[in-house]
Nanobody, 119 residues
Framework: QVQLVEPGGGLVQAGGSLRLSCAAS????????MGWVRQAPGKERELVAR????????IYADSVKSRFTISRDNANNTVYLQMNSVRPEDTTVYYCVARGSPFGQYPYWGQGTQVTVSS
């Protein structure tokens, strides 16, 4: 069992940058693969980024690749999403997610944090 808490997101202008964070507690953080999920208006839910348990392997959705970077600090039980070159279509709620072995679905979700990109 793991609990995920996301501080507030933020408001940023198009082309700017924003960093999201997610703090985990309740279980051994390094046992979990972490990710970030979003669902923009009119679009399907999207797993925008994921990172393996060690932080050495990452995968990104095509919509954010080369712009967003996921990272984790296992010593502090925290995962981050660095968002660069943001676009208005990035506006939505972002959810921190976690999954353990056998790494199928993501059963653990944070409460979500609002990101708004102004044009």
């Amino acid at each position: 069992q793991v609990q995920l808490v996301e501080p507030g997101g933020g408001l940023v202008q198009a082309g700017g940058s924003l960093r999201l964070s997610c703090a985990a507690s309740g279980d051994t953080f390094s046992n979990y693969e972490m990710g970030w999920v979003r669902q923009a208006p009119g679009k399907e839910r999207e797993l925008v980024a994921r990172i393996d348990r060690t932080g050495e392997g990452t995968i990104y959705a095509d919509s954010v690749k080369s712009r967003f970077t996921i990272s984790r600090d296992n010593a502090n039980n925290t995962v981050y999403l660095q968002m660069n070159s943001v676009r208005p279509e990035d506006t939505t709620v972002y959810y921190c997610v976690a999954r353990g072995s056998p790494f199928g679905q993501y059963p653990y979700w944070g409460q979500g944090t609002q990101v708004t990109v102004s044009s």
